[in-house]
Structure formats: C-alpha cells, structure tokens
C-alpha cells in the first residue's frame, strides 16, 4: 500500500505529465501533418495579426455578442476556466510539494481563499449539468460522455476538498484526488478536453479568415 | 401559428423529386463508400479539429435565426445540424439509410443558409456552414441534391450561366437594353468585349433572364459616371456560381475559371459586378480558391463598394435625395463575407433622407434566409423556407420602414418572399433603383466642363 | 493571309486624324487597326438606329440597324456582324452574305483569311455558319465554338431537346462535338475544351460521363479511364497522340493516351503550349498552393508569381517559351523563365519576331500606354498603342498608336527602340 501512494504520488505524476506534454505534441504534429498532406492553403490564410485580434476579442469578457446573449453561462463559463488553471497551480500544498521536489516555488492562495474557489469550481460543473439536462438546444446535444467529462473534471477538485476538510477517509481520499488529477491530466490531449490547445487555433484560422480575408469582426 | 411538430412533420413532408429518385437508385454500398470518401479522402485538419473540439455548448444556437423560427426548436441548432448528418455518418462509419440521407439533404439544404453566422457565436470559431457544405458535397456525389437546384447546376456546366441563358439570348438582352436606353441618353452604349477597357460589368444570369431592367440602370449609371467599361459576349459573364452551394467544387471551378478569364482576356483593370452576394462569394473566396487562385487574379468590386466610390467622387451626383424612410439589409456574403456594410450605410445616406437601421445589424445581420442555395431547392421547399424565415419577418417589421434596401439578388428574393407570404408592408430596393432614381442624369465629363 | 513582306517598312510616319470623325458622326465606337497598321476603323453611328463602319475616315456605303463584333482579318480585310430588318449576318468590307439568321456572334477567321465563320441561331435553331454557308443540321443549343486553322468549324451542341428541369434527362447525356455540322455519335452529359488537331481533322475535348466521372474524348471515343477532372487537351506525335491535364486524387497530372506522361503532379495544370508536334511541351502548373509557374517537358521554372499567368506560348521556333503573367498585381511578361520586370497595369501578349531576337508588347501603365521591347519600355508613350508588328527581317518595328485623336503608323528602327 504504501510504495503504491508512493508511486502515485512521485512516479506516476511525472509520468502523467510527460503523457500530457507528450500527447499534446503528439496531437499538434499530427495535426500539421494533416494540414501539410491536404490543406496546405491554410497557411496562405493564417494571419498572426488577425488569429490574435480574434482570439484577445474573445477573451475580454462581454465584448463577443455571443457572450452578451448568455451572460450567465459566459460568466461562469469564463470564471471556472480561469479557476481551473489557478487552482490547482497555485494551491498552497501543491506549490509546497512542488518545492520540497523541485526547489522551486510561486505565489500560492491561502487555504481559505483555495477552499472557496473549489467551491466555485464544484458549482460550476454543478451548473455546466443540470444546463445540459434543462437547456433543451444543449440537452438535445449532450451524450452521456459529456457528464463524464465533467465528473472526470470535478473529481479531483471534490475529493481535493473532502480531503482538506479531513471528513472522512482522508488516505482513500487522497489516492483518489491524485489519481483523478492524472487521469485528467492523461485524457486532455486525448479527448475533447483538447479545445484546451485546439481552441485556439479553430479561433485563429476563422479570426484570420473574417478579418484578413473577409474585413469583417468575428465575434 | 403552426406549433412545432407540425413545422418539422411538414418539412420532413418535403417531395423533391431529385431527391426521391435519387434515393430510389442508392445501394448501401454506395452510400458507405461515397460518405467515407468524402470524409477520409477530402476532409483534412480542418474538419477532424470542428469535430474534436467542438464542446455541445449550444451557443451556436442563438446565432441561427432557422431555430429562433422555429421557436428554439432544439433540432435547428447549428451543431444540431452537424449531430444529426456527419457525426452520425462518422459513427455509423458511412452506413446510414435512405430515411437518414432524406434528413441529411433537408438539414443541408433547407435548413442552413451556410450564412456563416454561427461561427460569430462560437467560442471557437467552428465552422459550421463549411461542415454543411461537406453534407451537401455528399448529397451531391450520391446525387440526391434537390432539383431545382441541380438544375441550375445542370445549366451552370453547359452554358456556364445559372439559367440555360443562350449565348445568343444573352447578347441580344444586352443589345436590347442599349437600344431601350439610348432614350435617355442618346448615345449610351453597353460596349461588348472592349479590349483593354478599364471595367468589366458581370451580372448573375436572372438578370438578362427576368431582370434585364437591371442591366439598363447599370448602363445609365456607368454612361453618366463617364466610365470606360465593357460586358464580355462569351460565357464567364455570369459570376454567379450554384455549384458552390450544392458541393459541386469542380463545376464551381471550372465557373470561376471562365469568369477570371473572360476578364483576363479583355485585359481589364477590375470585375465590377452586380448586386449579389453569393456570386460574390463565389469569385472572391470560394470558386478561385479551388483553382489555386489564393485571391481574385482580377481585380473585383462589388457593387456596393464601386457604387460608394462613384458617389463620394462626385462621379455620380444626385439630383434630390430619396423622400421615403429606408432600412438597409445587410447581405451575409458582402458584410460578414467582405465587410461592406460601412460603406453600405455611407451609401445610404448620401442617397436617402431617413435611414432606420435594422437590428442586428452589420456582420451580426440575420440572412434573408433564401442564401446559401436555399432559394434554389425551388418551390417544394418554400413553404418551409417561410416558415424558418419567421425569425427575419420580424426583425424587417421592427424597423417600420417601408423601402428595404437589398443590395443582392438572392436576399431580393428571398426578402420578397417573405414580405409577401407573411404581408409585410415593404418594398424590396437595390441601391441601383435607387441610384436610378436619384441621379442627375448627365454625363460626369461633360458637367465638370460646366 | 498575312503577307508583311509587301507591307510599307519604310515610311516613317503616316498619320490620320481620327478626332474629327466625332463631329461628323453622332458616335464612334472604339478603333481597331489592321495588322499592316495602313487602316483605322471604328463602328459609327449615322443616324437614329443606323450604322455603319469608317475605315479611314470613309464610310462603307451600306448601313445597318444594328453592327457589332468589328474585326481586322489578318489579310487586312474588315469583318463584323450586321442586322438590318431584324436578320443578321456577316459583312466583309462592307459586303454583307448572302445568308440570313436570327442572330450571328463569335465571329472567327482562319491564319490565312479563306474562312470566316460565325455562330448562328436561326427559328431557334442553333449551328454556324462558314463563309455563308449554314451547317447542314442545326441543334437544340450550341456552344465552344472553334474554329481550325484549315477552316474546319466545330462546336458542342445539344442534340436532344431538354424540358425544363429535367435532371434525368440531362443526366443522361445530351450533348456531343458537332465538326462542320455533323453531330458525332458519342453523347455526354458535358463536354468542354474542344481542341483540334493541327490539321483541322480530329478533334479531341475534355468530358463528363456522369455526376462525378470525367475523361477525354478523342474524337468520338472516350478514354476509358477516369479522372476526378480535365482540363483542354491537345495532339501530339504528328496527331497520334492526345495530352490533357487530369485531376485524381486532388492533385493534378499531364496524362498522354490514358497513361501518366509528366512524372510530378501539381496542384494546378493547365494551358497546354505545344512546340514541334510534342517536342517540348509546357503548362502552367502550381506546386505550391497560390503560387504559379510554368512546368516545360517534366521541369519546373526557376520562376513564381503569386497571382496568376494568362498565357503561355512558344515562338514559332520553339526557342522561346513565354508566359504573361501577374504578380503581386502587376502585369509582366518571362521570357524562357526571366522576367521582365516591366510592371503593368494593363498588358497584352507579345509578339515575336522570326528569328526570336525580338519580344515586343504593348502595355498601360498610369494611364498611358507604351511600347515594349525585350523588356525595354519605349521612352514615348501615348493614349492608346495597338499590336505592334515586327519586320520580316527583324530590324524593324511597326508601331501602331493613337495620341490626341491622331491614329499614327511609324516604323522604328530596331536601335532606335533598345
């Protein structure tokens, strides 16, 4: 029991990384490759100028028509993405474990400040589901993987939790936080949750198309 | 008002006789090879990052104004759309039936303007319209494409114009139309296959079909403006380009090919053309990008952007300002396709009085919802189209105008549609009538001599 | 046929004042100039609905209703299509056919001037005609009209009525190559690219056998192979053999006889140019996504442009391989894979001299045209500069213009331009 926490915890992180870092390169070669075997005029169309203007117009919150038409989803939508990546990077006992391993350190959240933005987190993905059961466009859309992708996201913030509070079953709690964290970190580039790098570039090329192209915005 | 089910019983409804003998004559086999060529063979990165990356967040569904007329009937989404044809044609690995196909060409077909818009409201910029396009590219290779549709193609390869115009027919409008405004002014010429001429005028094949009168207002506005232009005689006069729409790239090729070279030919400066968008859309980014043509080898203008340098130059005066309150129609092809709309505006205060805007507005314009090729699935689908048009009724009859002002041929017709079917008070305008109307009518030359 | 050798080389300036023919009619149409440059002609209006034709400030003796579609034949004779009491026909120097149509368009000569022909519509029916002469059938529609240079006329044609939106009837195939007449048995549902041999005997043209097969058909036997597309094919191998650009697989290749001729394949392939029956072969091509250059017998130029080339042909040597083209949206004009680097706004495809020392063109730039010679921009420019012409011994230039309503002809030594 013991040499698997430890390997979970030691081994089993760098290697899930390395399969997320790995699996993302492998996801954008192959992607060129596409590009160069069948759709070379891709690059003829990609403006930097343009895939930027794009892609900051869609960052800057309510200034996307799109997102004026659903504030409350883009809201949430916007805080939890943010979440996501702040959380986990700057909670204080990861950036710790991250120090005692590494020696190297950063700006972490005080404990009370982490607890509430997993709250916020939770609830998001609360939102996220029942949107997708009450929305009829999106209920008509969702597959029974979209609420596991969603479990598969909350997972390591819930048992994250639980485990900070200490409610009960802290070690089973703490197994299952970092292996949910894992597989996350596994599936990105694997699954959809490669919007996260992908995102960017289906943004680039139409904000390249619409405004090189096409003088006209895109969001 | 129909309620929902009834809506899509009726579309579903729809006999198309391309479509049904078409059905009639598939074998699974054909159906599975014919759909995994098209997705394995031409599709690339493009089309595997839409399908990956797409989140089923359903904000695309507020963009299509298809499923605000139908009450936000889930079905009408944008990604719905994509759902219920190629995710399922990828699931399935090709082997989908005759029933799902019927779905697949009126999801493609009748529901879908391919207007671009939906790629405005998602985070990530897929593109739908080009995932519809594959649809249709499918019904096309498995010939299920409507009829009247492929008709037009049909027409489009022989005679390379949209309405089995005769080569014949074609000068002999243009000569027609000379000789009708030479009342006006008296030596007024359609000049024909001007070599070296600085202009050359295209128009899309409805106009020396039906609309001849266009070509008239245009001669009288290029005469007054003092301009040295001309019209080929041979085929590549017509811009317009239906094979686009109904997924037959090599057709549109061989189209934009004849165009270019026609112009090419009469070693012009630049292609004018005619109020219409997706003829536009055809030479400007679609018909010339199948050849290699990165961008038009010919310099073009749509009409909107020539008409709004004629009036700010003063090549084009105007006489007394157009008394009645205008809205201004925003066509997708040359707003979100070309950006146009400012100079649109620009266009329509220098010419009318009062000028309502229509909301939304600009590249956020609602389609007349006839584009995309919609219109030319012809009748059997028009009653549908109205009724997924609702959407667009109310938002002409928000501005409370009565002259709307269409600068394009497909949006004209679609537009008078709806007015009629629903009646609303509205006349449908080109900025040419307008112009035609509006303008002093002497030659620009002769009055900077004054 | 045109014969330079008796034409004036030299005279230096003969000029004709072209501006006063305003005043005397109530409008003159463009000009155009007869290659030995000794003739100015114009369409002229006379009257209300009247027309005639000014050469030299003469006015043929007849008028019409209607004239358009005003040509120089290369013998120098004057060519255009007339109507009068709603019939329509050809005139030649001011003598009109015989024969009558509905309607007369794409009038087309022969090199040597013994054929003239159009395309007619006669009660609906449609075919050509050559030198007054109506084809013997006459069909549903017609287009692609050519023309050989032996005088053979053909054209595709419908030879099946097609009701109005009949896509079964369309797809099953209505349309063949119609030569002097004669409709060839093999129909198709399209045919495009009509391409004779160079005798004017056998005909070879880009086809589509169903909605999504398309082929060559070298007369009326079509290749058994498919292709995704085609582009116009040509003879090569004193007629024996047919080339045509094919498309499989999204890519394009140069196929010869059904089999692959060139080795690499492109992503465009077109405009065939032909030099010694097949000697030396050149396309088009595009290699790279927008950016064109020209492919001679398998090898690529060491040549881009980035917008498109119009045209590409050999000296009548075979030692010069020219292309105009456009680039960052400029005309110019290379030479076997060099470039002029002339920049127009406006330019037209050059002519040659025998001996291949001379590519002269004419061009617009800014408004005003020039003469260009080996790349060289004559220093004297004017409102308008028609086809230059080069002398049979190759030291002189004829040089066509128009300044200030003045048509003149000079001839200029060839020193006096380089």
Known sequence: MHSFIHFIMGPMVWISFMIFFFGVIFRFLKMFKLINEKEIFIYTYMSLKYSFRS????????????????????????????????????????????????????????????????????????????????????????????????????????????????????????????????????????????????????????????????????? | MQDKDTLTTNAKDVIDEGVEKGLSRLTPEKISKVINQVLTKETGARFKAYVETCMRCGLCADACSIFLSNDRDPRFSPAAKVKQTILEMIKKKGKVSKLFLKDAVRIAHAECNVCKRCSMYCPFGIDIAYMMLLVRRICHKLEITPLYIQDTVNSHSATMNQMWVKEDEWIDTLQWQEEDAREEFKDLRIPLDKDGADIMYSVIAPEPKFQAGLIYQAAVIMHAAGLNWTMPSTPGWDNSNMAMFTGDFEISGRIAKAHYEAAAKLHVNKIVMGECGHAFRSVYDVGNRWIGWTMPPVKLVHAIDFYHDLLTSGRIKIKEKYKKTVTLHDPCNVSRGRGLH????????????????????????????????????????????????????????????????????????????????????????????????????????????? | MKDEKSWDWHSGKKEIPVKEWQNRFNWVEEPYVSPDGEKIASIVNTDEARFSVCVNGETWENNFEKAWSLKFMPDGRLATLVSNDEEWTACVDGVSWETRFDYTWDLKFTPDGSSIAVAVQKDGQYGMAVNDTIWDRLYENISGVVLSDQGTSAAVVQADPLGQGDIEGFSSGIFCAAVNGVAQQEKFMNIWDLSFDSKGKQLAYSIRKNRVDYSISRGSQPWKKNFQFSWKP???????????????????????????????????????????????????????????????????????CDTIISDLFYSDNGNLLIAVFKDKGLWDIAVNQKAWNIRADKLWSPVVSRDDTIVAARMEKDGVFYLVVNGKVYKEYFDMVFEPQISPDNDKILLKTMKNGIYSRQILSLDKVL
């Open chain 1, 55 to 219: 892609i900051f117009a869609w960052l800057i919150p309510f200034l996307p028509v799109s997102t004026r038409k659903s504030p409350v989803f883009y809201s949430i939508s916007y805080i939890f993405h943010l979440l996501l990546f702040l959380v986990p990077v700057c909670l204080l006992s990861h950036v710790l474990l991250i120090e005692e391993s590494v020696q190297w350190s950063w700006f972490a959240f005080n404990d009370s400040v982490s607890d509430t933005l997993t709250l916020v987190i939770i609830f998001s993905l609360i939102f996220f589901m029942v949107r997708r059961i009450v929305v009829p466009e999106v209920k008509f859309l969702t597959k029974p993987s979209d609420f596991i992708f969603i479990l598969i996201v909350g997972l390591p913030f819930v048992t994250g939790f639980l485990a900070f509070h200490q409610f009960f079953a802290y070690r089973w709690l703490v197994i299952a936080h970092v292996l949910s964290g894992e597989l996350m970190l596994i599936l990105i580039p694997f699954t959809r949750f490669s919007h996260m790098f992908m995102a960017p570039f289906t943004r680039a090329y139409t904000g390249s198309e619409f405004g090189s192209v096409r003088h006209a915005k895109d969001w």
């Open chain 2, 342 to 450: 400012e100079k649109a505006r620009e266009i329509v205060n220098i010419l009318c009085e009062s000028f309502i805007e229509m909301t939304p507005n600009r590249e956020h314009n609602y389609c007349c919802g006839a584009g995309g090729g919609v219109i030319n699935c012809g009748p059997p689908w028009k009653n549908t189209r109205m009724v997924n048009n609702r959407e667009k009724k109310e938002q002409l009859e928000r501005t409370g105008a009565k002259v709307l002002i269409a600068p394009c041929h497909n949006c004209h017709s679609g537009l008078e549609d709806i007015i009629e079917y629903y009646g609303v008070e509205m006349e449908v305008k080109f900025f040419g009538d307008i112009i035609y109307e509006v303008m002093e009518k002497e030659i620009y030359q002769k009055r900077r001599l004054k």
């Open chain 3, 234 to 304: 040509e003879f090569i191998d004193k007629e024996n053999s047919v080339i045509a650009p094919v498309r499989q697989g999204g890519k394009w290749f140069l196929f010869k006889d059904e089999a692959p001729f060139w080795n690499k394949s492109y992503g465009q392939l077109w405009k065939l140019a032909i030099h010694g029956n097949g000697k030396k072969i050149a396309a088009v091509v595009s290699d790279n996504f927008g950016k064109w250059t020209v492919c001679e017998n398998d090898e690529t130029w060491n040549f881009y």
